[in-house]
């Protein structure tokens, strides 16, 4: 199969040709969603929101950090939480610390956010030591300021994860799952077990190899096993489905790659 017989959208096979046993689970699809009953939407933004939460955390700890040691001088304070705070964004954003997803945390960022946090301040003491030479960082002040803002920046972005765990749970997003075998059925049951990821599968989408037998898991909720172009455009009409998780690379599969074009056509966002 190629490509271009896979991303036709008036018919044609999905994705594996022993797949039509799948559809003897006679599997049917939740109600569909009131909302967005077109056939295409806009770009879905991720499960794990935008970066503005993690923005202002990295903003409220530079600021605490920079009073803490420069509230006598409110120039100096000014020059150093202004230079501070572009430094940690450029140096978190080029580690991915601003990066969207499901299953952010802070704990595992906190390495991350310390070192960045000690090389930004290193720069604003070098900063004032070349424009304000009376007013250059000692020892202590230069160790204060990442030990405040490490804490304070790992706290506000715990904070932030927390209530889009708690907003994911309350709203969760129409998923397919994308693959084949136990990698797709775990996939599956993983977030059918941890709705704080913000997605709620509604339906399997057969991809993998030709040799592998297509069913529904035996745990959890019986989904319908999508074994068509067709099915997937319509799952994702019936269902206001938003995302989508492939369990392997779509680029390895010429089929898999059409289908997340399809998708993303759609206004899936693709993992």
Known sequence: MTAESADTHGSGRLLTPQADAARATGAVFPPPRAADTGATRGPTAPPGGTPAGPLV????AVLAAGALVFAADL????LAVGAGLGTV???????????????????????????????????????????EPER????????????AHTPLACTGRAVVYAVRRQQARRRPRSTLVV?????????????????????????????GP???????????????????????????IQNAVTHAVFTTPPTHDPAAAALARRLTDHGCAVW
């Open 179 to 207: 693959g084949s075998g136990p990698t797709r059925d775990a996939v599956t049951t993983a977030l059918l077990t941890h709705p704080e990821y913000g997605m709620r599968p509604v339906g399997l989408a057969v991809c």
């Open 57 to 60: 955390a990295d903003a409220v």
């Open 210 to 236: 030709e040799n592998t037998p297509e069913t529904a898991p035996e745990d959890g909720p019986r989904l319908p096993v999508l074994t068509s172009a067709e099915d997937v455009s319509r799952a994702v």
């Open 75 to 78: 120039g100096v304070l000014l």
């Open 136 to 147: 250059a960082l000692g020892y202590p002040a230069l160790l204060l300021l990442p030990a």
């Open 89 to 131: 964004i450029v140096l978190n954003a080029h580690g991915g610390l601003y990066r969207t997803g499901p299953t952010a945390s802070a704990l595992d960022e906190l390495p991350g956010l310390a070192a960045r946090s000690l090389l930004a301040w290193a720069a604003v003491a070098a900063l004032l030591a070349g424009t």
